[in-house]
């Protein structure tokens, strides 16, 4: 894709904190690429309206194919940002769950999330610049009860996010982990989580959320836990043992616990 704007590739991009990560690129000056394994014909108008250009791949990103799909529409092209935002979650006890879709997701959130950052973060390396947002979340803090996949993949993440961004300290790359809790997004509805406390209590807002993170990312800063109650969760899971943390999760992720607060 040549442009001869600044280049942002956002994953996850259809809808919630990938869309608006999307909007925050667009209306400061950059062009993108986007991919999501969902349409993004809305997207791509929003980005447009702000004066934008945009090509949009659907892509399957927990797949080494839907990776090269991505790589493929980039086309060669500088890449000055890329928003490593594609994950997925699902709820229920591990045991009970399918084993096929626990793989994906490990492979979304984990494996092809570091195939993207590893070509493209290679390049970026290569040339000297370029900034890294990964979205991780605060879920990494705390054993996920009922969600034990999810916030294991995303521990990986967060603590990924800060070693490459140590690797990288003195080649001009920044890496940043934008690191938000419960947001207003589709996530719950595909994780199967509605029936839960924390399926079904107010959340934050997805703008918000990313307005916060791309700011963080354009001030290179290495990490950003979105909202002040999510700064005093992360705050108290660093002290508090993982027993009680667990237990704590049942409480908000345990199926039927929307029926119960």
Request: contains cysteine; aromatic residues 4%.
């Amino acid at each position: 894709m040549e442009t001869s704007r600044p280049l942002a590739v956002v994953t996850g991009a259809s809808s919630g904190i990938g869309l608006e990560l999307a909007l925050q690129c667009a209306s400061n000056g950059f062009d993108l690429v986007i991919a999501s394994d969902r349409s993004q014909a809305e997207a791509e108008r929003e980005i447009r309206a702000r004066g934008a250009r945009v090509r949009s791949i659907i892509a399957d990103l927990g797949t080494e194919e839907g990776v090269e799909q991505l790589v493929g529409a980039i086309g060669g092209a500088r890449v000055d940002a890329l928003l490593a935002n594609a994950g997925q979650g699902l709820g229920k006890a591990f045991l009970d769950q399918d084993f096929e879709a626990l793989r994906h997701i490990v492979d979304t959130n984990i494996t092809g999330t570091l195939a993207l950052i590893h070509r493209i973060g290679r390049t970026m390396r290569d040339q000297g610049a370029g900034r890294i947002l990964i979205t991780g979340s605060i879920a990494g803090f705390m054993p996920g009860t009922f969600q034990a996949v999810y916030n294991g993949t995303k521990a990986f993440i967060d603590s990924f996010s800060w070693a490459l961004r140590n690797e990288l300290k003195d080649t001009g790359v920044t890496v940043t982990c934008l690191m938000p809790g419960a947001t207003d997004t589709e996530f719950f509805q595909r994780a199967d989580m509605l029936d839960t406390k924390v399926g079904s209590e107010k959340k934050a807002d997805p703008a918000e959320v990313a307005r916060i993170g791309f700011k963080a990312m354009m001030d290179g800063e290495g990490d950003v836990v979105a909202g002040f109650k999510n700064k005093l969760m992360a705050a108290a899971a660093h002290v508090t043992p993982a027993s009680v943390l667990a237990e704590q999760h049942r409480k908000m992720a345990e199926p039927g616990t929307s029926e119960r607060h």
